[in-house]
């Protein structure tokens, strides 16, 4: 298979849709490898993730395995990377297995000492200002204006990547016509900021994993977290009382999706990069 088919492929794997979400009107084909070349040539990355679920009181479970995936891939490729948090949310994604983290409301004036930023499962404001759950609710309350990081980004030469799976995430701001028309609540949540690159997937980890894999590729080496990494990467935020955004549980599972589920696509990810990589 060339290289082009191999990217097709990973976004068809990422794009699966068992939410039901209306992924594929928010799909830009192309982006992914387009990120992941950009990426493979960054000299610092910053990483912007955290999404608060406001009536458990703590971070869901989508984001922050995927944010640690990308981290590691970097690591691997000798890129240093730090991921940036709400400031009330440095404790606990610390103890779920970011490191090292980096705390909002640092010296705004000070410019981001990063070739690329990356948001995943991250809000973005609506046209109104304000930051919206999926189900349309204002949580602005809970969110801090990291999304601000990326506007001020397209000013300083730092390349931008969005990932996300609902509509209201940073990136989203670059197909905002097709999260109004498709998605439930999509004129009130819709996301006004764009990224480079958009990655869309059926739930936010699924897209860094994407990410990843484009990326493996293009090293010619496997940088993908395998099933039991991945799995730790889970259980580990759950340990830091992290919850599933979609049921509010405190147990293994990420939008809805139980652990076999979500875990599914990594399998066909390393089954698709595997024997690029040996030929
Ligand atoms: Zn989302
Ligand atoms: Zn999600």
Known sequence: ?????????????????????????LTL????????????????????TGFYIIDEQTYETDGPPGARAIGHALELLEIPVEFLVDSFGAVILRKGGLQPVGEAHRDSSRPLDCTHLIAVERLGRAADGRYYSMRGRDI????????????????????????GDGGNEIGMGKVSDMVMSHIPHGGTISSTVATDFLITAGTSNWGAWGLVAALSLL????????VEEATNHLSNLIDADCCDGVTGRRELSVDGLAIESYLAPLPKLHELIDPFLQS
């Open 219 to 226: 090293a010619g080496r496997n940088l993908l977290p395998n």
């Open 1 to 25: 298979m060339d290289l082009d088919l191999s990217f097709k492929a990973i976004e068809r794997i990422i794009w699966d849709d068992p939410g039901r979400r209306g992924v594929h009107h």
């Open 140 to 163: 602005s309350s809970v969110t801090e204006p990291l999304d601000q990081l990326f506007i001020d980004a397209a000013h300083q030469e730092i390349v931008t990547i969005g990932i």
């Open 29 to 48: 084909p192309g982006d992914l490898a387009r990120a992941a070349t950009s990426l493979l040539a960054a000299r610092r990355v910053t990483i912007v």
